[in-house]
DNA sequence: TGGGTCATGTAACCTGTTACATGATTAG
DNA sequence: CTAATCATGTAACAGGTTACATGACCCA
């Protein structure tokens, strides 16, 4: 259950509330694993019954009462297990509607296809400079905490990102090249 | 509902049931999109309901009796509107519990991690190895149809992979490059 | 002053995963 | 002869997606 774990992970870092837990799960893991705001607030209320979180009700005005979360230590094993146990670790995954299409391709025209791709490129593109951002942003964390090794691990998640648009593009080119010369 | 498009491409190819399905999706679209046994018939029996597929049961002995589905036009047409609308389509998704946990992996050791990016490595090893054995299928399956040109885009889904793999390889390497050095 | 967006979430539905059932047949 | 695998699936549950709710505040 590795949305879980990643919130524990946020969560360990400080307490906070499902609504900055969006946040911050969309600023920086984002990129390589997808969490619906709604699907933040069930796990989070499971993991409370599981003993993994304890919760605050702070009552506002002006704004929605929120309530804020706080890792347990029974949290913290747990956190600790995920990290230190690879058994049903799934190392590689890879799921893409666009290639499934592309498969299935065949019976269209060779102009059509061509098109797809290079609509994959442009996709590829932005999301490049997305990850450029993000890099802007992880640039500014390691200053704010002082110590530019606390973001090395996330900093290579980007890195992969990067790589990987990259060979994406790689890959696309050399595809179009192919299918014009069909 | 792209598991229900791919479904519905194969059965474009040829009547079959379930059981084979499960097969050919495991041999041909399965390193891109994965598909449960029981996700398979249920999804089935959702589009027979859609009346995209209809089903002939074929009674047996020896073995347990079958149900032979065949794809109806408006199965066709499903299909080619999947095809050729890329509105809503997911062009790229990343998505990886090895990267997640990477990113929570401050307070472990180096040489911990050192390892669990080593066995990374090993497992992208064994995917590839895996490829080279789609590659052969292929090939296969291209001269059985007579045309080279039949299994294009299926070869560069293939490739698509290769790639992939060999840019996670190479990642990998300058990651690990990076922690022996801290 | 009317339409977005912020700050909180909840509900319903659809998809994916895990576990199981059963009677041949094949392998060791 | 016994255990695995084949050839069919079904059931239950967990995870992911889409749509909606509400009362402030901010912008044009």
Redesign the pocket.
Known sequence: ????HGLLGLLNYQNT????L?KSFKESLNFFW??????I???L??MENEGWLVSERIV?H??????VYSITDSGKKELDNWLNTNE?LEWITLRSEFLLKLFFSDEKSKQENIDYVKQYKSKCQEAMLSLEATGAIIAKHSEALGDPEKAFYWEQTAIFGYMYYEMCLKWADTVIMKMEEK
Chains 1, 2 share one sequence.
């Not at 259950?1 to 879980?4: I, N, V």
């Open positions: 259950m590795p949305l879980k509330t499902g609504y900055e969006n997808k969490a619906q705001t709604s699907q607030y069930r796990e209320s499971k506002q002006k704004r929605p009462n929120k309530k049903s």
